[in-house]
């Protein structure tokens, strides 16, 4: 029978969840219009704002289109009888696009361009959002003769945005005397048409007044000019990395990993070896002699720890001379002087006054501790551990 899920087993799974959902919402918040949905004009978007049907219209009225997935630097050097569609790409520009569009312009070829966005891509223009995305469909009357107008005498338009006057003044060809919706102006030997919106050209729009005969006023007659019909600015570019990243892959990708890891994580967390962890030492040699000789101070012990120290003492000089551990203090200096060459005075008066602490007579503090510190150094001396003037040294 498995064993159940523990605590911290159970909130590592929510977490994963949790995470996984925000991944979720946030795929279907920021991923791009379907092709299904309200879309966006590209040949390939059958949603109401999306342009499929006017690209196969004129696949079947002869039109020669294409659509175009390159960067504008490979567009045709012989720009002459060319029209690039430029509608509302989302996809912005580098410096070297705008060179190869303006390059295009120049040299014969003509820009359609539409929406506040495509402005950015054309030479000297500059586009303002209008700002209202709900707002109903709006008439807007012919206000030049042009060929462009012939059979529509109005358009409709949702959302348009506006050409900057102050950057240049291009010519209008759609309004309402205040506002200007489709413009056209030249730039070397080719010319550049923006629309404010891609509305005409749109599959929920195409068929209302005067929209389908724009678009088709535009591009001239069929088999005149060649119509390449930009998705590289769309995202839809000549790599299959590309194309990857423009499919609900990468979010399945990164949702199947976050899985993965969680499992993992978990597994590894109940199936892996198990070691007891290390104890750290309670207390330190150094923090031991610190709580003793705090136990000595406040219970006023100095007599208890100078007659420690004289045991030690009598110990260590017991086992170095052969003389038993009680021998007699004047035994123990003839000693040390004969077998040690210890001659200072100073052996015997610290002896003395060592056996009258351990009698137990009151001693300060003082001179408990200068008593513990000589026998320790007599002590240190016996185990080899200092020199044979260290104990007249420290004084």
Same mark, same amino acid.
């Given at each position: 029978?498995?064993?159940?899920?523990?605590?911290?087993? +159970?909130?590592?799974?929510?977490?994963?969840?949790?995470?996984?959902?925000?991944?979720?919402?946030?795929?279907?918040?920021?991923? $791009?219009?379907?092709?299904?949905?309200?879309?966006?004009?590209?040949?390939?978007?059958? /949603?109401?704002? /999306?342009?499929?049907?006017?690209?196969?219209?004129?696949?079947?009225?002869?039109?020669?289109? =294409? %659509?175009?997935?390159?960067?504008?630097? =490979? !567009?045709?050097?012989?720009?002459?009888?060319?029209?690039?569609?430029?509608?509302?790409?989302?996809? &912005?520009?580098?410096?070297?696009?705008?060179?190869?569009?303006?390059?295009?312009?120049?040299? $014969?070829?003509?820009?359609?361009?539409?929406?506040?966005? &495509?402005?950015?891509?054309?030479?000297? $223009?500059?586009?303002?959002?209008?700002?209202?995305?709900?707002?109903?469909?709006?008439?807007? +009357?012919?206000?030049?003769? &042009?060929?462009?107008? +012939?059979?529509?005498?109005?358009?409709?338009?949702?959302?348009?945005?506006?050409?900057?006057?102050?950057?240049?003044?291009?010519?209008?060809?759609?309004?309402? $005397?205040?506002?200007?919706?489709?413009?056209?102006?030249?730039?070397?030997?080719?010319?550049?048409?923006?629309?404010?919106?891609?509305?005409?050209?749109?599959? #929920?729009?195409?068929?209302?007044?005067?929209?389908?005969?724009?678009?088709?006023?535009?591009?001239?007659?069929?088999?005149?000019?060649?119509?390449?019909?930009?998705?590289? *600015?769309?995202?839809? %570019?000549?790599?299959?990395?590309?194309?990857?990243?423009?499919?609900?892959?990468?979010?399945?990708?990164?949702?199947? #990993?976050?899985? *993965?890891?969680?499992?993992?994580?978990?597994?590894?967390?109940? &199936?892996?070896?198990?070691?007891?962890?290390?104890? @750290?030492?309670?207390?330190?040699?150094?923090? *031991?002699?610190?709580? !003793?000789?705090?136990?000595?101070?406040?219970?006023?012990?100095?007599?208890?720890?100078?007659?420690?120290?004289?045991?030690?003492?009598?110990?260590?000089?017991?086992?170095?001379?052969?003389?038993?551990?009680?021998?007699?203090?004047?035994?123990?200096? +003839?000693?040390?002087?004969?077998?040690? /060459?210890?001659?200072?005075?100073?052996?015997?008066?610290?002896?003395? %006054?060592?056996?009258?602490?351990?009698?137990?007579? @009151?001693?300060?503090?003082?001179?408990?501790?200068?008593?513990?510190?000589?026998?320790?150094?007599?002590?240190?001396?016996?185990?080899?551990?200092?020199?044979? /003037?260290?104990?007249? #040294?420290?004084?």
């Amino acid at each position: 029978m498995p064993a159940a899920l523990d605590t911290r087993d +159970r909130r590592l799974l929510i977490v994963a969840g949790m995470v996984l959902a925000a991944l979720l919402i946030a795929g279907a918040v920021i991923s $791009g219009p379907g092709q299904n949905g309200p879309g966006y004009p590209s040949s390939y978007s059958t /949603g109401w704002r /999306g342009a499929k049907a006017a690209y196969l219209l004129l696949t079947e009225l002869g039109y020669s289109v =294409e %659509r175009w997935d390159h960067a504008p630097s =490979e !567009l045709p050097a012989d720009a002459q009888n060319t029209i690039l569609i430029l509608a509302e790409p989302f996809v &912005s520009p580098d410096p070297e696009d705008t060179r190869g569009l303006r390059r295009f312009i120049s040299a $014969g070829g003509t820009v359609l361009a539409t929406g506040v966005k &495509s402005a950015r891509f054309l030479p000297n $223009g500059k586009a303002i959002a209008a700002g209202d995305v709900l707002a109903e469909p709006k008439e807007y +009357r012919a206000m030049a003769a &042009s060929a462009l107008t +012939r059979g529509a005498p109005k358009i409709t338009m949702a959302d348009p945005a506006f050409w900057d006057d102050a950057s240049m003044a291009p010519v209008t060809i759609y309004g309402d $005397g205040t506002e200007s919706v489709v413009l056209l102006y030249s730039e070397g030997k080719g010319s550049v048409l923006w629309w404010a919106a891609s509305t005409p050209l749109t599959n #929920g729009a195409i068929a209302s007044s005067g929209n389908l005969a724009l678009l088709l006023n535009t591009l001239g007659p069929p088999r005149r000019n060649r119509v390449l019909w930009d998705e590289y *600015f769309h995202g839809q %570019r000549d790599s299959f990395g590309t194309y990857i990243a423009n499919t609900p892959l990468p979010w399945v990708a990164a949702q199947m #990993g976050i899985l *993965f890891l969680a499992l993992l994580i978990t597994f590894s967390r109940r &199936s892996g070896p198990v070691r007891a962890p290390a104890v @750290a030492a309670r207390l330190s040699p150094l923090e *031991f002699v610190e709580t !003793l000789g705090d136990l000595y101070q406040d219970a006023h012990a100095g007599n208890a720890a100078v007659s420690a120290a004289l045991q030690r003492f009598r110990y260590l000089f017991a086992r170095r001379s052969g003389l038993p551990p009680r021998a007699r203090i004047p035994d123990v200096c +003839r000693a040390a002087a004969a077998q040690m /060459g210890w001659t200072e005075p100073a052996l015997q008066d610290t002896l003395v %006054r060592a056996e009258r602490a351990t009698s137990g007579l @009151a001693l300060p503090e003082p001179d408990a501790l200068d008593l513990v510190q000589r026998l320790h150094d007599y002590s240190e001396r016996l185990e080899g551990r200092r020199g044979a /003037g260290a104990a007249d #040294g420290n004084r």
